[in-house]
C-alpha cells in the first residue's frame, strides 16, 4: 500500500470512494467539490492509499484559521476520511491518517480537527472529544421582535467579499476571546458565497449566512461584534416569520441572541462533536491565546505513541505560553488528554477519565490557563 498525493487525474476514483463510503454525491454538487478540491491538492493537502493503480482510501487537510481564547492559529481540519468497503479491516485508516498527521506538521500546522463519523479510529491516534457545532430551534417569531438600537448598514455580498469576511471573523473572535471557532481562506470563502440558494448580507462588523429549508429558515453563520449589528442581523432573519414558523441556527454556547430573546424557556438543541489533536506541543502552546490574569509553571509529560512524546516545562503569563524541553516528574497525559486540557477540559475530568496522573500541585493553575467553551460554527 502506497501513500502519495492525490491528482485532478485522482479525482474520479475519488468520488467513487465518497459514493460507496457517504452515499450518492448529487451532480450539482459535484463541480463545486472539485473546485474546492483542486485548492487542496495544488497545496499538497490531499492524500491517497494506493494498492497498485488502484485508490482504496482517501483523506484531505483543509486549510483553516482556528482561534483559541480569541488568537488565531493554522490549523489541519481533516476530511473527506473514506476507506473502500473491500479495504476495510486492514488498517488502511489509520495508516492514511498517520499521513496526514505528518504532512500537517510539514505544511506547519500544530494542531488539527475532524468530525468523526466513528470515535476509536480517531481516538486511537490521539484525537479526543473537545467541543461541538450547535443548532438551535427557536421560533421565528421572537426574532422578529428584535429590534436593532440604532442604523446598521446592511448589503448583499457575493463572490469577491470573503476577504471582509475573514477580516470580519479575524476582528470578531478576537474581541469575543472565542475558543474553536474556523475559517476558510479567502479563495473557499469566495466559492462557497457564489451559493444562489443562499441569503447573504454583509455589514462593517458582522455577516450572515442563511436560507430557506423546507419550511424552516436555517441560519448557517451569524457573527456580529456590536450590539447594534447584532440585532439588525438576527432581526432581519426573523422578518421571514409570517411564512417560517422556526429558525435553525447554529450558535456558541453563549450566544448572545439567547439573551435577546423576549420568553426562553425549553430549547430544542443538537448537537455534532468534534474532535482536536495537538501535533506539535511546543508550537501549539506558543500559538494559543490564554487569560491575561492566568499563571502557570509545570512540568508536563505528554505521551504520543504516534508521533513521538516528551516532557516539556509549560511558562504561562500574561496571555502568552511557551513550552520548553525539561526533566523531572510532573503531570503525564496521554497525547488524548494533553489536547483535551487544550481545548479546556478541566483536569479534575481527565483524571477522573484515565487521561491525566501524576503530581496534582498545578491542576487549578492548568485549568484557569487552558479555561476555554469551544464551539464551531462550520461543519466540514
Avoid at 290 to 316: K, M, S
Amino acid at each position: 500500500m502506497e501513500i502519495r498525493n492525490i491528482t485532478p487525474e485522482d479525482f474520479d476514483d475519488v468520488l467513487d470512494v465518497r459514493r460507496r463510503s457517504f452515499g450518492p454525491v448529487p451532480a450539482a454538487d459535484r463541480e463545486k467539490w472539485r473546485q474546492a478540491a483542486l485548492v487542496t491538492v495544488a497545496e499538497g493537502r490531499y492524500l491517497g492509499a494506493f494498492d497498485g493503480s488502484r485508490l482504496a482510501a482517501a483523506a484531505r487537510l483543509r486549510r483553516f484559521t482556528q482561534w483559541w481564547h480569541g488568537r488565531p492559529q493554522a490549523m489541519a481540519g481533516v476530511a473527506g476520511v473514506t476507506v473502500n468497503p473491500e479495504d476495510r479491516g486492514r488498517g488502511v485508516g489509520t495508516r492514511i491518517m498517520r499521513a496526514v498527521m505528518d504532512r500537517a506538521v510539514e505544511l506547519g500546522d500544530a494542531v488539527s480537527a475532524l468530525y468523526p463519523a466513528t470515535t476509536p479510529i480517531y481516538r486511537g491516534i490521539g484525537y479526543e472529544h473537545a467541543g461541538a457545532r450547535r443548532t438551535v430551534r427557536l421560533p421565528a417569531e421572537s426574532l422578529r421582535r428584535i429590534r436593532p438600537s440604532g442604523p446598521v448598514k446592511l448589503r448583499r455580498m457575493g463572490p469577491g467579499d470573503g476577504g471582509e469576511v475573514v477580516s470580519v471573523l479575524h476582528r470578531a473572535h478576537a474581541a469575543a476571546r472565542s475558543s474553536g471557532p474556523i475559517s476558510y481562506d479567502e479563495h473557499t470563502w469566495n466559492l462557497w458565497l457564489a451559493n444562489e440558494d443562499d441569503f447573504l448580507y454583509l455589514a462593517d462588523d458582522g455577516y450572515v449566512i442563511y436560507r430557506w429549508k423546507g419550511d424552516d429558515i436555517e441560519v448557517e453563520n451569524l457573527v456580529a461584534a456590536s450590539p447594534d449589528t447584532l440585532r439588525a442581523l438576527w432581526s432581519m432573519v426573523g422578518s421571514a416569520s409570517s411564512i417560517a414558523r422556526d429558525i435553525v441556527a447554529t450558535v456558541a454556547p453563549d450566544d448572545p441572541v439567547l439573551w435577546l430573546l423576549p420568553d426562553r424557556t425549553k430549547e430544542q438543541v443538537t448537537e455534532t462533536r468534534w474532535m482536536f489533536r495537538v501535533l506539535d506541543v511546543a508550537a501549539a502552546v506558543e500559538r494559543r491565546g490564554y487569560p491575561a490574569h492566568a499563571a502557570c509553571d509545570a512540568v508536563v509529560t505528554v505521551d504520543d505513541p504516534t508521533r513521538g512524546g516528551g516532557t516539556w516545562r509549560l511558562d504561562i503569563s500574561g496571555g502568552f505560553g511557551t513550552a520548553t524541553p525539561a526533566e523531572g516528574p510532573g503531570v503525564t497525559l496521554s497525547v488524548n488528554g494533553f489536547s483535551a486540557l487544550y481545548a479546556g477540559i478541566p483536569p479534575y475530568t481527565l483524571r477522573l477519565s484515565g487521561l491525566m496522573s501524576g503530581d496534582d500541585r498545578h491542576d487549578q493553575a492548568l485549568e484557569a490557563a487552558f479555561a476555554a467553551r469551544p464551539y464551531m460554527l462550520d461543519y466540514f
